[in-house]
């Protein structure tokens, strides 16, 4: 072999899980030109290394292909992400209400402090939200904007006095401000189901300047490497302008610092618009425009305003206007008349039924063979939708939303209801297009873990168990939804999403064995290497033989992102945690301390034992928290 044949790489004494089903393990890869061009055994692999090969020795560790998902708002996201305090895998109120604290000495004004979804207050052990008195405390002069899911924020009085919200203001419709006895606003927001309140209230907060935006995009897809994320498909998002708020990601594009293979689609921008706004940009758009790191992707998620049936369970089911039809009508022909692709976001049957009806006339005029559209969501879907859809080749897209709003669901539904919410097996039996996601960064997190754990086990991140097992997932079929099969949905198969010869080479070394850690530490998992395209894109110091990969700092320099990092916290050093367990022990207000736990009793409480009765444990191995 001569030496411009060589491979760029070699990644050799591995417990490669390909899913080619053809070639389903490997001990060793090749890479050349950001492609696998070998998949075997060590022998057969090593012997192709020339001089300029890199080789890493992997010591028998699991590699997977890269994660791709299928719906995260990453654009929108990278923008913000610097100035968000993530509270994302936070266990307890007490500690992230010590982050917040420790935010709000360091920010300056006119700044907020901004927690901006991701979780749940079901994931905390105290098992509630922060009151507004709290927040006041906390920050009595930095204005504080905490959202929650698509139901709610809360606004300490700084934030209601930087939106201006008095007793004089209407509430918008499809929302809530709620007031007083008095009529003056108390700092709380709710979707009534309509998140749009929450959305104009955000926006009028500062934004960063553009240089520190393309630094923010940077760390939010840095904190997507760590977590093993290789790609994933943009969803547009509300407040999400075209083309003005792509330029971020574009000069990213344009300069070669993507590190996260991107298909985004175009959501409309305002109501009563959507025809237009379609029409122009069937005009100036071209479907499948850009590269393997860049690239169009079409329609949606938001296609007409009146078809958005927000998926807030603390709501009744809202009913769709009359007009949703015929407005849907309309968009859908002028995309199947162009050929690009859509995605339509459907929480309820009813609304996917009625989507249905205009899809399958539209059909009747432009059949709509070949074209990759698909609905998001569908949490209650029927087997009548789900038969529909398979009949016209469409798709469905789910993401993890009832891992963190699973309780509210059971509450207005019933636990029967929730056995197959969404009904993921079930679609994967019919023989459905079917792919898996977060809709992170608002309504979820973004992290691919949480998605797989609760495919696999069927619980919330609270801890209930809403799928029987028999309509849960096994793990090799879990990851299929996390890569290869959301493939079809950008219209990429053949390309990536398994370990394959011709293939992108995208791949991860996760921390612990996926196939044969607990379940209960799935959701725990990150990654120790991350490859796109033959190069490193994140590693830790497992992999210390390789070279760092160069990131500037976090922008600006009060960034929440500089000390705390993303998904739990992770980037806080020693010290920072020392202080979180000061501060939660502080508020505890017990009696004594726990040798083994101090006082973090609730954490103590809520570890995942395989055990029935938690505090009875603790106690037998001499821990007091279970007294407490």
Known sequence: MTLQQAPDLILHRGLFTTLDRTNPTASAVAITGGRFTAVGHDA???????????????????????????????IRGGLNFNMELRWDGVRSLADAMAMLRAQVAITPPPQWVRVIGGFTEHQFAEKRLPTIDELN??????????????????????????????????????????????????????????????????????????????????????????????????????????????????????????????????????????????LNWTRTSQYKQGDDYFRHNGAGEMLVFSAADFEDFRQERPDMPAEMEGELDEVVRILAQNRWPWRLHATYDETISRALDVFERVNQDIPLTGLHWFFDHAETISDQSIDRIAALGGGVAVQHRMAYQGEYFVERYGP????????????????????????????????PWVSLAWLVTGRTVGGMRLTPQRNCLDRETALRMWTENVTWFSNEEGKKGRISKGMLA???????????????????????????????????????????????????????????????????????????????????????????????????????????????????????????
């Open 44 to 74: 057969e692999v090593m012997r192709l290394a020339g001089p300029a090969t890199r080789v890493i020795d992997l010591a028998g560790r699991r590699v997977l292909p890269g994660l791709i998902d299928n719906h995260l708002h990453i």
């Open 137 to 278: 405390a906390a920050a009595p002069d930095t204005p504080v904007f905490l959202l929650h899911l698509y139901d709610r924020a809360i606004l300490n009085g700084a934030a209601l006095r930087a939106v201006g919200y008095t007793r004089d203001t209407a509430n918008p419709p499809g929302g809530e401000i709620v007031r007083d006895g008095d009529g003056n606003p108390t700092g709380l927001l709710l979707a009534k189901p309509n998140a749009g309140i929450l959305y104009a209230t955000l926006a009028k907060g500062p934004k960063l300047p553009f240089e520190y935006q393309v630094n923010s995009t940077r760390h939010f897809m840095r904190e997507l490497n760590r977590l093993g994320v290789t790609g994933a498909i943009d969803a547009g998002g509300g407040f999400q302008n075209y083309p003005e708020d792509y330029a971020v990601i574009r000069r990213l594009s344009d300069d070669g610092q993507l590190t996260i293979r991107l298909a985004y689609n175009l959501f409309t921008q305002k109501p009563k618009g959507e025809k237009d706004d379609f």
């Open 416 to 447: 029967g209801a929730a056995e197959a919410t969404p009904p993921v097996k079930r679609m994967l039996d019919k023989g459905v297009r079917i792919s898996a996601g977060t809709d992170a960064t608002r309504v979820a997190s973004y992290n």
């Open 506 to 628: 995208d791949l991860i070394v996760p921390d612990r064995d996926y196939f044969s850690c607990p379940e209960t530490e799935i959701a725990d998992i990150t990654s120790d290497l991350t490859i796109v395209g033959g190069k490193v894109v994140y590693r830790t110091s497992r992999f210390r033989t390789l070279e760092d990969v160069e990131l500037p700092p976090a922008m600006p320099d009060w960034s929440p992102v500089r000390r705390f990092g993303g998904y739990a916290a992770w980037g806080a050093d020693e010290t920072n945690r020392s202080s979180l367990r000061m501060t939660a022990a502080a508020k505890c207000g017990c009696a004594q301390s726990c040798g083994v736990h101090g006082h973090d009793h609730a954490t103590a409480w809520s570890r995942k034992l395989a055990v029935a009765d938690l505090k009875s444990f603790w106690g037998a191995l001499g821990c007091a928290c279970w007294a407490v």
